[in-house]
């Protein structure tokens, strides 16, 4: 990559729109809603995404925390199974640059942001991970698996509970995503809302798009195309604009046309 990182992060065209046209992405904001299975909500969307072929993924486990690697593998290798796929985590490989240029597809699970990131540098995998699905290969990702299909994971919920060694990401699109994003402003609670953190962030960087992306959906990216999928609808921040509430009929493509042309800080 030719940017500049640390003290600031160029976002440069030609990392954003190599291969853009044939970039294949499902971006859920969670993996569960209340009351339902592991995954169950977006099952549907990810058999659409990756077609009736006995698929085998390449899962990486890194976000969590509080759960092995082993668990979380085991966990979503339940359900892959079940809809005919199949997944190897990562963290069980001999050679897992290897096993990323060999994948079918990528999937990378929710969790800790800051965790993630900082597992991904260390293993070198940011940019083998880039490359292949740059190439063409579908990637699917939930919660800190959309965070870091962004430039950078400045627009993630989670506390930096360990040093990521950048921000920078997989910046699979140009914009940002806030995942789990929640409108409810609890009475007495004296915190900041979702919304006023991302009027933050565009004030710091008003050449960058935010997408609150809510509970139960998901950006489906097909090379140039960009589609909401869900009931709920999504809202867009950038500074200088109102802020527009954006649903499935709407046409998102336009976000992956836009590349910010102000550093990030
Ligand atoms: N912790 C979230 C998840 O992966 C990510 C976020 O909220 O930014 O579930």
Redesign the pocket.
Known sequence: MNCLYNFFFVPCTDIFNKNSDIMRLLLLS??TNEGEEYLSWPQKEIQSFLGNYPISAVFIPY?AVTLSFDEYEAKVEACFSKMGYHIKSIHNTWDPVLEIETADAIVI?????WQLVRLLHDQGLMDPIREKIQSGAPYIG??????VACPTLR????MPIVDPLGFETLGLIPFQI???YLDVHPEGFGGETREMRIQEFIETNPDVYVLGLREATLLRREGNSLQLIGSRTARLFKKEETIKELSSNDDLSFLLDYTPEIPYY
């Open positions: 969670n993996s976000a699970g929710g969790g800790n942001t939930w919660s800190a698996g959309v965070n627009t993630t919920n989670d806030n995942p789990h």
